[in-house]
């Protein structure tokens, strides 16, 4: 079955910090997504990539940028963290022959 | 641009079979219909997919009616362990994007 790995599942941060979150999956998949996921509101698509070095916005990217130099990994990157991004954040994979999406385990990102 | 609308919240007790009903507007023609189940603390994981009429895996059935508007995930004999939120995903919605909608939170009590 499909692997897709976040590097940390808690992490806590400092207002204004640089915050990298790592996912990595194992089937060579082209599209790779990022949401995060708050109380209420269901979950939103920050950034998703369809390959190397391509990326596109989703409904929420403002204040964040993303990275995707290997195909089996795609990073989320918070150039300056503030409280409000305080959030379960999900990277996923999509498998091009069935269409289904395969989730890490999330990453728990406060900061404080 | 593409909605699903699914109840928030549903309640029901160990043994009932549960239905939950999605709606698609704008679903196009080749898009198929996935079903995703999510425990607290985990992402969610693939449940069921289908394009029309009824498919049925070992965890559920889903039901597609013939103008694909809408599609319901039936759950039958319910257990505790079947507390999860239940996201319905037309493929393609958004073109690229994958855009979920809010859920439907089912809570099963004894």
């Known amino acids: 079955d499909v692997k897709v790995t976040q590097s940390s599942r808690y992490l806590v941060k400092r207002t204004g910090e640089k915050v990298f979150l790592e996912c990595v999956q194992d089937?060579?998949?082209?599209?790779m997504f990022w949401y995060r996921q708050d109380p209420g509101l269901g979950l939103r698509l920050i950034y998703f990539?369809?390959?190397?070095?391509?990326?596109e916005k989703g409904d929420i990217p403002e204040g964040y940028s993303v990275s995707r130099e290997k195909k089996e990994r795609f990073s989320l990157i918070l150039e300056s963290a503030s409280t409000n991004q305080t959030s379960m954040y999900l990277c996923?994979?999509?498998?091009?022959?069935?269409?289904?999406?395969?989730f890490g385990s999330g990453t728990q990102l406060s900061v404080l | 641009l593409a909605k699903t609308t699914q109840p928030i919240s549903m309640d029901s007790y160990e043994g009932q079979e549960v239905n939950i009903t999605c709606s698609h507007n704008?679903?196009?023609?080749?898009?198929?219909i996935t079903w995703y189940q999510q425990f607290p603390s985990q992402g969610p994981r693939f449940i069921i997919q289908?394009?029309?009429t009824k498919v049925t895996n070992e965890v559920a059935s889903l039901f597609i009616p013939a103008d694909r508007k809408s599609s319901t995930l039936s759950l039958p004999r319910v257990s505790l362990s079947d507390t999860a939120v239940y996201y319905c995903?037309?493929?393609?919605?958004?073109?690229?994007?994958?855009?979920f909608g809010q859920g439907t939170e089912l809570s099963v009590k004894p």
């Open positions: 996923a994979s999509r498998d091009p022959t069935n269409e289904k999406l395969f």
């Open positions: 089937m060579d998949h082209e599209n």
């Open positions: 990539s369809y390959d190397v070095k391509m990326k």
């Open positions: 704008n679903i196009a023609t080749n898009d198929y």
């Open positions: 289908g394009y029309k």
């Open positions: 995903l037309p493929r393609g919605n958004q073109g690229g994007k994958l855009i």
